[in-house]
């Protein structure tokens, strides 16, 4: 079994209700009030911790004008623009994010970061992050991986895209530069992502490979996938969180909105509690139920020396009488005694 681990004073891992992550993105819409608003919202969803991005447009990419600098995928949510204007749209200001911690930290909730390049790292390492989460995007980032594992601070990493091969590298690397507790989350990069991409039965296989903590970062709409993803073992869930997809904002399509994040909380508890061990028989919550089983009864006074028969004996509920398995025992025995009609049979009775 893999281990725990422990971020702040969360600890992650089976033993534990699954870790709930609040993805903020560019859901603020560039307004440092409406970000505070959604850590207060995500707080009183129930969110375990807030997560915000970490860069610049100038950090992601070059302000040129040419096509491969432009999303075409008429598909996407996203066609039309610059991946520069898109950064830019989508980016939290680097000022914006003590107060984002501090908020959260008021309301006991954990806040981190995902850096998306090594002078990320150097700033979130001046306001103490608990942990780092990496991109699905920047996982075969090698010099980005080294940085974040190199503070020894717990390392999330999204897994959207990549190969067994590049994740074993993914993994080597991380270690090798100092990580000592992991997380990987299976995902789909694809903005929402569909149900039948999700490939949930991943998750314990990732845990199997290499041998850590696994959850699931989810683009998917509603709640069912992320539910679904705990029953295979997922100990973390992250999903987008706004304040209304009606709204807008660059991820807003794909977000929940508060009272959905509260279900997924809800949700990904019970089916959490719901997993329990190999089990079978009464439980102890069962045992009262027992005596809704059918058993043996008298159903018309008996004297000593009767025969039982299908005239006096019928299988019914409650279930004090003997198991009705033992029909075929009982019929043509002989009464010991009288026996009154609603009497549970027993073999001393016969």
Same mark, same amino acid.
């Given at each position: 079994?893999?281990?725990?681990?422990?971020?702040?004073?969360?600890? &992650?891992?089976?033993?534990?209700?699954?870790?709930?992550?609040?993805?903020?993105?560019?859901?603020?819409?560039?307004? +440092?009030?409406?970000? +505070?608003?959604? &850590?207060?919202?995500?707080?009183?969803?129930?969110?375990?911790?807030?997560?915000?991005?970490?860069?610049?447009?100038?950090?992601?990419?070059?302000?040129?004008?040419?096509?491969?600098?432009?999303?075409?995928?008429?598909?996407?949510?996203?066609?039309?623009?610059?991946?520069?204007?898109?950064?830019?749209?989508?980016?939290?200001?680097?000022?914006?994010?003590?107060?984002?911690?501090?908020?959260?930290?008021?309301?006991?909730?954990?806040?981190?970061?995902?850096?998306?390049?090594?002078?990320?790292?150097?700033?979130?390492?001046?306001?103490?992050?608990?942990?780092?989460?990496?991109?699905? !995007?920047?996982?075969?980032?090698?010099?980005?991986?080294?940085?974040?594992?190199?503070?020894?601070?717990?390392?999330?990493?999204?897994?959207?895209?990549?190969?067994?091969?590049?994740?074993?590298? $993914?993994?080597?690397?991380?270690?090798?530069?100092?990580? =000592?507790?992991?997380?990987?989350?299976?995902?789909?990069?694809?903005?929402?992502?569909?149900?039948?991409?999700?490939?949930?039965?991943?998750?314990?296989?990732?845990?199997?490979?290499?041998?850590?903590?696994?959850?699931?970062?989810?683009?998917?709409?509603?709640?069912?996938?992320?539910?679904?993803?705990?029953?295979?073992?997922?100990? &973390?869930?992250? /999903?987008?969180?706004?304040?209304?997809?009606?709204?807008?904002?660059?991820?807003?399509?794909?977000?929940?909105?508060?009272?959905?994040?509260?279900?997924?909380?809800?949700?990904?508890?019970?089916?959490?509690?719901?997993?329990?061990?190999?089990?079978?028989?009464? $439980?102890?919550?069962?045992?009262?139920?027992?005596?809704?089983?059918?058993?043996? !009864?008298?159903?018309?006074?008996? /004297?000593?020396?009767?025969?039982?028969?299908?005239?006096?004996?019928?299988?019914? =509920?409650?279930?004090?009488?003997?198991?009705?398995?033992?029909?075929?025992?009982?019929?043509? /025995? &002989?009464?010991?005694?009288?026996?009154?009609?609603? $009497?549970?049979?027993?073999?001393?009775?016969?």
């Amino acid at each position: 079994m893999s281990k725990e681990v422990k971020i702040a004073s969360r600890l &992650v891992g089976s033993n534990n209700a699954p870790f709930c992550i609040a993805e903020m993105s560019g859901n603020h819409n560039q307004s +440092l009030e409406r970000a +505070l608003q959604i &850590v207060d919202a995500a707080a009183n969803a129930g969110a375990h911790a807030i997560k915000i991005q970490t860069y610049t447009a100038d950090t992601m990419t070059m302000d040129i004008d040419d096509e491969r600098f432009q999303i075409l995928n008429p598909q996407s949510l996203w066609h039309g623009k610059s991946l520069y204007s898109l950064y830019k749209d989508a980016y939290t200001p680097w000022e914006w994010h003590k107060p984002i911690f501090d908020r959260a930290s008021e309301l006991g909730m954990l806040a981190f970061s995902s850096p998306f390049d090594e002078s990320a790292v150097d700033f979130l390492e001046s306001l103490n992050v608990p942990c780092y989460k990496i991109a699905s !995007f920047e996982n075969t980032d090698h010099r980005l991986i080294r940085k974040a594992a190199s503070t020894g601070r717990p390392l999330i990493i999204s897994t959207g895209m990549a190969t067994v091969a590049e994740l074993d590298e $993914t993994v080597r690397v991380a270690r090798a530069a100092g990580c =000592r507790d992991l997380i990987l989350l299976k995902c789909t990069s694809t903005y929402p992502a569909s149900p039948e991409n999700s490939n949930l039965r991943t998750i314990p296989h990732l845990r199997e490979l290499f041998e850590c903590q696994v959850g699931l970062s989810d683009h998917t709409m509603g709640t069912g996938v992320a539910t679904a993803a705990v029953v295979f073992g997922a100990s &973390v869930v992250e /999903k987008h969180l706004t304040l209304r997809r009606d709204e807008g904002g660059v991820d807003s399509a794909f977000s929940l909105e508060p009272e959905e994040f509260r279900t997924l909380v809800e949700e990904t508890g019970r089916a959490w509690q719901a997993l329990g061990q190999v089990s079978y028989g009464a $439980t102890r919550a069962e045992e009262s139920s027992l005596m809704f089983r059918r058993s043996l !009864f008298i159903s018309a006074d008996v /004297k000593k020396g009767d025969v039982l028969s299908e005239k006096n004996v019928r299988c019914i =509920r409650p279930g004090y009488g003997m198991a009705v398995k033992n029909w075929d025992m009982v019929i043509g /025995k &002989v009464a010991q005694r009288d026996i009154k009609k609603g $009497t549970p049979l027993t073999w001393d009775l016969i």
